[in-house]
C-alpha cells in the first residue's frame, strides 16, 4: 500500500504464536496489508514476529492486534505497573501518558495522579523495561517498576513529614512578611508593625530561601516541562513567584539610592513567599487525603496472616506465611486467621469471611470445605492443606483487581486529559492579556499594580483539582465496593455500571442456591415422615441421581447419624426411578410411570405430585411392598435474599429478567418465588449469549450476573458481566464485576457504587472547572489579591480530594 509521504508512520513489532508454516505467516502478512492505515507489514516465522508500519491517526496497536487474533493466532503481550516521582498536577501526568504511549512497542499506558502510578501495556519484542523508564527520566520524571519499588509505604510517609517540614518552615519564614504586608491596608493601620519587618532588605532575607531553597522544586519542574515543550503548574507557580520576587529585588536595589530607608515603597515579597507556603500546605493536605484514599489496598493487604502453624516430618512449627508451600498441612486454631487457600482435611468450625466477602454470617466448615486465606476461624480446631500461595491466592488477586480498578482510567476522565493539555499556555496567554491592558489602558503606568493582577491569574489557574477530580473518586470507590465484596475490574466499568438498564440472571447457583435440598416428605399411613425418609434414603444412597444426596444428606442428618438400613438387589431404571429391597421390604421411588408399570395405586396423589411439580420442585412417588407410601420432594430452593434483591432493582428502574436451560414450568416457578415475570426457559448455553444480544440490539444496555462456565459466554457478550464469586474461575475471568458473596443485593449495590461514584466525579469536575472558569475573570479584574488566589488554588485540590473521600462512608 502507497501512502502519501506526510502521513505520519509510527512501526511496532509483536510477538505472534501459534503458526506452524510460512503459509500462516503469509495469511497473517495478507490480512495485516489489507487494513486501512497500514502502510505495510512484514512477518518472520523463524522469529515469530510481525513487524508493522500504520498511520497512528487512522488506526491504533489494539486493532491491529485483534486483527491477528481474528486470523486465529496469538500476540504476545505483557504488562508492568510503574511508580512515578515528580508529578505535580494533570499536565504531568497527561506528558507522561502521551510520551509513553508515542513509544513503539507500548500497546496503552495510563498515568494516574492520584496513586502516582502508571500502567503500562507492551510487546516485549520491541521495548523493555529500562526503555520505558529512560522515556520517563528523559521527560523529567522518575519511575521505578512496582516490584522492585521497596517499603512504598514508608516512602510516602517520608515524603509527607518532609512536605510538612517544608511548608512550616516556609511559613515562619513569611510570618513577618505577612506582617508587614499587613501596614498597607487602611482598615488594619492600627496593629503596629515593627520597624525591621518593613526594611526591604530584611524582607530580601527572609523571602530568598523561601522563593530559591524551599521553592527550588517549582522551578526544577517548570524547567524539565519546558524542555520537551509542555508547561504544566510548576510553570505557572515558578512564573507568578518570579514575578513578585524579582519586580520586589529591583525595588529594594532602587531603594539604594534613597539610602536603603524609604519604606513607603510597595514590596511584594510576602506575594511569593506567602503564595509559596499555600501552595506546599495544600499539596501537603492533598498528600494525606490521597493516602486515606488508596485505605482499601492497605486493609487488605493488613488482612494477611504473618505466619503459619505447619505440620512437617511429624512436628508442628511456626513458619512465615512467604515459606508455606502447596501441600503444606497447617493447623488453623481458633482465633487465628487462615493463612493461604485450602482445603479441611479435619475438624469442624465456623470461619469468618466478612472480611472478604461483606458476608457477616459465618459460614461452617468441615472436611472437603475450601477456606480462604485471610478469614477468621471462629471456634473449632481446623486441619487443612494449602492449595494456593503467594500471588495465587484469592486474597492476592482481590488486591491485584483492586489495584487495577484504582489504577486505571474511567471514560470520563478524557475530558480533563483534554483540557489539562492546552490549559497551561491558554492561561499564561490570559496571564500576559490581563498585564498589558492593567499597565497600558485601567492604571498607566502601574506596574506593581498590573504584575499582582497578572500574577493571582497565573496562581488561581493552576490545573491540580482537574487531574484530581476522577482518579481520586475512582480510588475511593472501587476501595469502598471492594470491602463489600464487590470487585470493578477496571475504572471503565464503574463508570458505564450506572447505565444498566436491564439485569439478566443465571437461574442455577445465582437466582438459587444450586444445590437441591429436601423440601417435602409426604407419608402416607401407617408409614411415619421419619420411617418414609429413612427408608427412600436406603434406596437413593446406591443412586448416581444428582438429587439423590439431597434425599440421603437429609435422611442422615434428622437421624443424628444413626446408620441408614442396608438396601439389597438395588436396580436402576433409567426414566423410570430405582427399586431394591430394605429390611426385608420391596421399594419402588421413581415417576408415574414406575408406579404404573408396577400397579400401584396413587389416588390422590396424583393431585399433590401436579402442586409440588407447579412450584418447581421435583417430586419422587414411593412404593412398600407394591402399595402407595407417600412421596417426597426435592427442589434447587432461591437464596434468602433474591426477592429482596429483584425488588430492588425494580425500584431503581431496572429490568430484570431470568434465564435458564431447565423447562419452563421449573423456571416459571423460581421465577415467581423470586419475583421475576420475565422468563427466558430451555435455552442452550450458546443461546443465552444470543439473548443478551437481542437485548443490546434493541437499545438496552445489559448486565448479565452468572457463576457457571455456561454462562461464560453471556457474561462476556453483555455490557457489564457481573460473576458471583461463589462460582467457577471461568465465570469470573470472564466477567467485568465479580461479587465475591452469593448475595444478589451486591448486584444491586454495584450499581448504587457506580452511580454515586459518577455522581462524585461529575461533582468534582464541576467544582474544578467551575472554580477556574469563575475564579480567572475574577483575577484578571483585579477583585483577587495573589495570596488570596493561592489559598483558594490549595483549597480547590484539597476539597475535590475531600469530596471523593466522602465515597468511603456509602453505605450498601
Not at 263 to 281: D, F, G, K, Q
Not at 426 to 431: D, L
Not at 475 to 503: D, H, N, P
Not at 635 to 641: F, H, L, P, S, W
Request: with cysteine.
Amino acid at each position: 500500500m502507497d501512502l502519501s509521504s506526510n502521513v505520519e508512520e509510527k512501526k511496532d513489532q509483536m510477538q505472534i504464536t501459534g503458526m506452524t508454516c510460512s503459509a500462516c505467516a503469509t495469511r497473517i502478512e495478507k490480512g495485516l496489508a489489507r487494513m486501512e492505515g497500514v502502510t505495510k507489514a512484514n512477518v518472520n516465522l523463524a522469529l515469530e514476529q510481525a513487524s508493522v508500519s500504520y498511520d497512528p491517526k487512522q488506526l491504533d496497536v489494539t486493532k491491529i492486534e485483534q486483527k491477528i487474533r481474528d486470523l486465529g493466532y496469538g500476540v504476545v503481550k505483557e504488562s508492568m505497573d510503574f511508580e512515578i516521582t515528580g508529578m505535580t498536577c494533570a499536565a504531568c501526568a497527561t506528558r507522561i501518558e502521551k510520551g509513553l504511549n508515542r513509544m513503539q512497542g507500548i500497546t496503552q499506558a495510563n498515568v494516574n495522579l492520584a496513586l502516582e502510578t502508571a500502567h503500562v501495556e507492551y510487546s516485549p519484542g520491541n521495548v523493555t523495561i529500562k526503555d520505558i523508564t529512560q522515556k520517563v527520566e528523559q521527560l523529567g520524571y522518575k519511575a521505578m517498576p512496582k516490584s522492585e519499588a521497596k517499603d512504598t509505604a514508608l516512602l510516602r510517609k517520608h515524603e509527607i513529614n518532609r512536605k510538612k517540614w517544608m511548608w512550616i518552615i516556609s511559613g515562619l519564614l513569611s510570618l513577618p512578611l505577612l506582617w508587614a504586608m499587613v501596614s498597607h491596608f487602611s482598615f488594619t493601620s492600627s496593629i503596629p508593625v515593627p520597624e525591621l519587618f518593613m526594611n526591604p532588605w530584611f524582607q530580601l532575607i527572609l523571602a530568598t530561601p523561601v522563593q530559591f531553597i524551599i521553592g527550588g522544586q517549582f522551578y526544577i519542574g517548570a524547567y524539565k516541562a519546558l524542555r520537551n515543550g509542555s508547561a504544566n503548574m510548576d510553570v505557572l507557580v515558578a512564573l507568578g513567584t518570579s514575578a513578585a520576587y524579582f519586580y520586589s529585588l529591583y525595588l529594594t536595589i532602587q531603594s539604594l539610592s534613597m539610602n536603603g530607608m524609604d519604606h513607603t515603597v510597595e514590596m511584594y515579597y510576602e506575594t511569593s513567599s506567602v503564595l509559596i507556603t499555600l501552595i506546599l500546605v495544600g499539596k501537603w493536605f492533598e498528600a494525606l487525603a490521597k493516602g486515606r484514599s488508596s485505605e482499601a489496598i492497605k486493609s487488605l493487604m493488613g488482612l494477611q496472616a504473618k505466619t503459619a502453624l505447619v505440620v512437617r516430618n511429624g512436628e508442628e512449627m511456626n513458619i512465615p506465611l512467604e515459606e508455606v508451600v502447596v501441600g503444606d498441612v497447617i493447623i488453623v486454631k481458633p482465633g487465628d486467621k487462615v493463612p493461604v487457600d485450602g482445603q479441611v482435611i479435619a475438624g469442624v468450625s465456623s470461619v469468618d469471611e466478612s472480611m472478604l466477602t461483606g458476608e457477616s454470617i459465618p459460614i461452617e466448615k468441615q472436611i472437603g470445605d475450601t477456606v480462604i486465606g485471610a478469614t477468621l476461624n471462629k471456634n473449632g480446631v481446623l486441619h487443612m492443606k494449602a492449595t494456593k500461595i503467594g500471588k495465587e491466592t484469592t486474597l492476592a488477586q482481590i488486591i491485584q483487581v483492586v489495584e487495577a480498578a484504582q489504577g486505571s482510567k474511567a471514560p470520563i476522565q478524557r475530558i480533563a486529559d483534554v483540557i489539562s493539555g492546552i490549559f497551561v499556555p491558554v492561561v499564561v496567554g490570559i496571564a500576559v492579556i490581563t498585564f498589558c491592558v492593567w499597565y497600558l489602558v485601567v492604571e498607566q503606568g502601574q506596574f506593581g499594580s498590573a504584575l499582582e493582577k497578572a500574577i493571582a491569574v497565573l496562581v488561581i489557574a493552576c490545573p491540580c483539582a482537574l487531574g484530581l477530580a476522577t482518579p481520586t473518586s475512582i480510588m475511593a470507590g472501587s476501595g469502598r465496593a471492594a470491602e463489600f465484596g464487590i470487585l470493578f475490574k477496571g475504572g471503565e466499568y464503574l463508570e458505564s455500571t450506572q447505565g444498566v438498564e436491564v439485569v439478566v440472571f443465571d437461574k442455577t447457583g445465582t437466582v438459587t442456591n444450586g444445590k437441591p435440598v429436601l423440601t417435602d416428605v409426604i407419608p402416607n399411613a401407617p408409614l411415619t415422615e421419619s420411617s418414609l425418609l429413612r427408608m427412600t434414603a436406603a434406596v437413593e444412597k446406591h443412586s448416581e441421581h444428582p438429587l439423590a444426596d439431597a434425599i440421603v444428606t437429609e435422611a442422615i442428618e434428622r437421624s443424628k447419624g444413626l446408620p441408614l438400613p442396608i438396601a439389597k438387589e438395588f436396580a436402576n431404571m433409567p426414566g423410570y426411578g430405582v427399586t431394591a429391597w430394605v429390611e426385608g421390604r420391596k421399594m419402588l421411588v421413581g415417576t408415574r410411570r414406575l408406579m404404573s408399570e408396577h400397579g400401584v395405586t396413587l389416588g390422590s396423589a396424583h393431585e399433590d405430585m401436579n402442586k409440588l411439580e407447579a412450584m418447581g420442585k421435583t417430586a419422587m412417588l414411593i412404593a412398600v411392598d407394591g402399595k402407595y407410601a407417600g412421596m417426597i420432594a426435592v427442589a434447587d430452593t432461591i437464596k434468602e435474599t433474591s426477592k429482596e434483591a429483584v425488588n430492588r432493582l425494580k425500584e431503581m428502574g431496572i429490568d430484570v429478567i431470568m434465564i435458564t436451560g431447565d423447562n419452563k414450568r421449573t423456571a416459571a416457578a423460581i421465577a415467581t418465588q423470586a419475583g421475576i415475570s420475565n422468563v427466558l426457559a430451555e435455552i442452550l448455553p450458546e443461546g443465552k449469549a444470543e439473548e443478551v444480544r437481542k437485548l443490546q440490539h434493541a437499545g438496552k444496555v445489559v448486565a448479565m450476573v452468572g457463576d457457571g462456565i455456561n454462562d461464560a459466554p453471556a457474561l462476556a457478550t453483555a455490557d457489564i458481566g457481573m460473576a458471583v464469586g461463589t462460582g467457577t474461575d471461568v465465570a469470573m475471568e470472564a466477567a467485568d464485576i465479580t461479587l465475591m458473596r452469593g448475595d444478589l443485593n451486591a448486584v444491586a449495590d454495584a450499581i448504587v457504587m457506580s452511580r454515586r461514584t459518577m455522581r462524585n466525579i461529575k461533582q468534582n469536575l464541576f467544582w474544578a472547572l467551575g472554580y477556574n472558569v469563575i475564579g480567572i475573570p475574577i483575577a484578571a479584574l483585579g477583585l483577587l489579591a495573589p495570596w488570596v488566589a493561592g489559598a483558594a488554588m490549595a483549597f480547590s485540590s484539597v476539597s475535590v480530594v475531600l469530596n471523593a473521600l466522602r465515597l468511603q462512608r456509602v453505605k450498601l
